[in-house]
């Protein structure tokens, strides 16, 4: 799975889950999610995927950015800027 894919299916995830990713991150890069301290989360961390953000995070972000656009996004714009928030501001 990758991180654009985990960004289209983000509103049937769990929000108990956590998103971890193999940097550097890119809409392709390889990710898995996982509840923290599960066996889950350290087999993905032993793959070298690492923390990316919450489920939770994620979609309340996409949710208020998509918010305070008139325009019309992309998923692929939407999800790029998600990459940037997790990169510097998370």
């Not at 985990?6 to 509840?35: C, G, H, M, N, R």
Request: proline share 2%.
């Amino acid at each position: 799975m990758t991180l654009f894919e985990i960004f289209q299916q983000i509103d049937s995830q769990d929000a108990e889950v956590t998103i971890y990713a193999q940097a550097p991150w890119t809409l392709d890069s390889k990710a898995a999610v996982a509840i923290e301290g599960s066996e889950e989360e350290k087999t993905i961390k032993e793959s070298g995927m690492e923390y990316f953000l919450e489920i939770f995070i994620a979609a309340d972000f996409l949710t208020d950015w998509k918010e305070a656009h008139s325009e019309p996004l992309t998923s692929e714009a939407a999800c790029n800027r998600l990459i940037l928030y997790a990169i510097n501001d998370a």
